[in-house]
């Protein structure tokens, strides 16, 4: 399934990318609504501009951008069993317009890199349209079509910039296909290439015009949900968002990149600021991790209200979240949809209170760093719990005090302490913040080898394709 979604990705970014080398304001106005998500202004705007020439390829091209960026975003507000629907039943129209205009116009146009650039954009839409009806073949062969265009404009004007955010998102995308579509891919001139996909994506984020936004959304799905490096999107989601702050889309995806980077001090500032567009599970959830127990429960009502917009893993998690509040708060009340798991967890946690409170005591300090003298007396004074698992959650909880304090050797002893023990659930994040400090301060080649092996055998696309900045850094 894995293999597929990259797959529909590939053909997705081919579709978005433009050219502004002649850009006329209302074409900056155009791209601007779309991206702060005020798409029926955006699409009054092309409609103006398709009603005085109905063929116009670079309005046509906008009308088919922008929809396909009202379908990125919108299904993020619907229940999850319609997410697919929405998408397919708009696909499926949209495939059949979009061949027909190619059939009825694509020979008429006079052959300049900009309108190329266009068509080949077109094709990319065909291509993912086809993909997510599994029709590979002609998914493949549409790409392949794209991509030549694309690759044929570089060579002809290098300083094309906004050519390169397809480029990029295409031999990335690529590199993750493995097995019978990796070689259809290759077979079809498809093979991908991680570092040149990133290289040419950071070069239309940094050069292009105006599709330096469209990189920049790459990038943060890219480093934050295909790669779990999520510090590394952060600055990525924080300056688009002060260009286009009516975007509650990516302030939602911003507000949990923030909780999976153990980033709730910036958390709270943006709560605090956007309240009323942050996700009801995700303030549940940060208020938790900081020790505000009641404040976190007020949100039980709103989470249980968009139930049906939640996946099931991570509505039973806020159940649970719940649970313990009212246990740290001395009531008992527990939800009937813990599942068997989780009331073991609950158990544990309530059969072995005062090492829970001293623990969660230690999360929410580091949480916010707010009191840095009370977090390292708690270090000092810390004994090996009698609770087995919570041992490991206090070391990894050690790890990212000091690597938030910079001290990066400090860090790394902590979180390779936190990975090895018994019954640690903490492997994976600890591996992510390794990867980050051997990127930061340089350690032996045998360290990191070691490292490279774990993740081998951890059989990990996230960590297996972030972890080659390491092979790359270290010549291995």
Not at 83 to 104: A, H, N, P
Not at 213 to 219: E, F, V
Request: one cysteine or more.
């Amino acid at each position: 399934m894995r293999k597929i979604i990259a797959l529909i990705l590939l053909l997705n970014c081919i579709t978005f990318s433009k050219t502004f080398n002649e850009t006329k304001q209302i074409d900056e106005k155009i791209v601007y609504l779309t991206f702060n998500t005020e798409f029926e202004k955006a699409e009054k705007l092309i409609n103006q501009e398709l009603k005085e020439d109905p063929k116009s390829l670079k309005y046509y091209f906008h009308k088919i951008n922008t929809r396909l960026m009202r379908s990125v975003f919108i299904p993020d507000s619907l229940m999850i069993k319609n997410r697919r629907s929405y998408r397919d039943s708009l696909y499926g129209i949209w495939t059949k317009e979009v061949e027909e205009y190619l059939d009825k116009y694509e020979d008429t146009f006079e052959p300049t890199l900009e309108n190329r650039f266009y068509i080949g954009g077109l094709y990319g839409f065909l291509g993912r349209m086809y993909g997510e009806r599994s029709e590979w073949y002609s998914a493949f062969t549409n790409g392949k079509t794209a991509k030549n265009m694309y690759e044929d404009i570089i060579e002809e004007q290098p300083e094309f910039y906004d050519a390169y955010t397809a480029l990029g998102m295409l031999y990335y995308y690529s590199d993750r296909l493995g097995g019978v579509m990796g070689l259809v891919t290759s077979i079809l001139g498809l093979s991908g290439d991680r570092e040149k996909g990133l290289e040419y994506l950071h070069l239309a984020y940094d050069k292009g015009k105006i599709l330096n936004d469209q990189a920049s959304i790459l990038l943060m799905e890219i480093y934050n949900r295909l790669e779990s490096n999520e510090e590394a999107a952060l600055p990525f989601y924080e300056k688009f968002l002060i260009k286009y702050p009516k975007n509650k889309y990516v302030y939602m995806w911003y507000s949990w990149a923030l909780i999976n980077a153990n980033e709730y001090k910036k958390l709270d500032k943006l709560i605090a600021e956007k309240e009323d567009i942050i996700e009801p599970f995700v303030k549940m959830l940060h208020f938790h991790q900081i020790g505000k127990y009641e404040r976190s429960n007020n949100y039980r009502s709103e989470v249980e209200a968009n139930k049906q917009r939640m996946w099931r893993r991570l509505y039973n998690h806020t159940q649970y979240i719940g649970a313990v509040n009212n246990l740290m708060l001395e009531q008992t009340e527990i939800s009937d949809s813990l599942n068997n798991e989780q009331k073991k967890n609950y158990e544990s946690v309530k059969e072995n209170l005062e090492e829970s409170i001293y623990l969660f005591r230690f999360q929410n300090l580091v949480a916010l760093m707010n009191n840095n003298e009370l977090a390292e007396r708690l270090i000092a004074d810390s004994k090996e719990f009698s609770h087995k698992p919570y041992n490991a959650l206090f070391a990894f909880n050690c790890g990212i005090y000091f690597y938030k304090l910079n001290k990066y050797l400090k860090a790394d002893e902590y979180f390779l302490k936190a990975k090895s023990l018994e019954s640690s659930g903490v492997k994976y994040d600890c591996i992510k913040y390794l990867i980050s400090i051997y990127s930061k301060h340089k350690v032996e080649k045998a360290i990191v080898e070691k490292l490279i092996d774990e993740v081998d055998d951890m059989d990990n696309d996230r960590l297996t394709f972030r972890i080659r900045d390491l092979e790359n850094m270290y010549d291995l």
